[in-house]
T-cell receptor, first 117, second 111 residues
Framework: NAGVMQNPRHLVRRRGQEARLRCSPVKGHSHVYWYRQLPEEGLKFMVYLQKENIIDESGMPKERFSAEFPKEGPSILRIQQVVRGDSAAYFC???????????????FGNGTRLTVT | SQQGEEDPQALSIQEGENATMNCSYKTSINNLQWYRQNSGRGLVHLILIRSNEREKHSGRLRVTLDTSKKSSSLLITASRAADTASYFCATVSTGANNLFFGTGTRLTVIP
């Protein structure tokens, strides 16, 4: 049973380029969460998606960032026109059941480390 | 901010000793979860305690929750070098649909 798969593990982009981060949740999980982690800090919530729907994007910057979780295929976090401040580790997590109460633990991928030069 | 705060930020102990980490939070919660993160890896779920529970055990882990003080503690007994990692508490606020993570405690267990 594969866990949450994220790719690439490392991504280097120049300022102004686009970054696409992919996340395949645990098989059977239909809830995906994206978090961002700066060095020596905790995880900051960005967005919560169910299949084809964005449920909560309150933690995601309004500009340049977007996320999707299509009916088929992985969830994608897209960052347009990257800036140095976007450099961070981006983690995806999935869960099986509906999120209300969140009594199911999250299963995390190993993250994508984005470096903007 | 709903984010929790862990205390201490860093803890260094000898193998075999117990390690205690504390977490404080600000809002009313549905449950509180503890996660572990090894360097360069994703988080791994350790234990979940619901708001109506006061204590929970899992192997060498013991978690307490005091909702009146809005605090939780994680105790790792008989620590091992392999327990070296960062430990995060995460809360699910009442009615919320995501986890808010604390700032983490970096635990080093010296063999």
């Amino acid at each position: 049973n594969a866990g949450v798969m994220q790719n690439p593990r490392h991504l280097v982009r120049r300022r102004g380029q686009e970054a696409r981060l992919r996340c395949s949740p645990v098989k059977g999980h239909s809830h995906v969460y994206w978090y961002r982690q700066l060095p020596e800090e905790g995880l900051k919530f960005m967005v919560y998606l169910q299949k084809e729907n964005i449920i909560d994007e309150s933690g995601m910057p309004k500009e340049r960032f977007s996320a999707e979780f299509p009916k088929e295929g992985p969830s994608i976090l897209r960052i347009q026109q990257v800036v140095r401040g976007d450099s961070a580790a981006y983690f995806c997590a999935s869960s099986q059941q509906a999120s209300r109460g969140m009594s199911s633990p999250l299963h995390f991928g190993n993250g994508t480390r984005l470096t903007v030069t | 901010s709903q984010q929790g705060e862990e205390d201490p930020q860093a803890l260094s102990i000898q193998e075999g000793e117990n390690a205690t980490m504390n977490c404080s939070y600000k809002t009313s919660i549905n449950n509180l979860q503890w996660y572990r993160q090894n360097s360069g890896r994703g988080l791994v779920h350790l234990i979940l305690i619901r708001s109506n529970e006061r204590e929970k055990h899992s192997g060498r882990l013991r978690v307490t929750l005091d909702t009146s003080k809005k605090s939780s503690s994680l105790l790792i007994t008989a620590s091992r070098a392999a327990d070296t990692a960062s430990y995060f508490c995460a809360t699910v606020s009442t009615g919320a649909n995501n986890l808010f993570f604390g700032t983490g405690t970096r635990l080093t267990v010296i063999p």
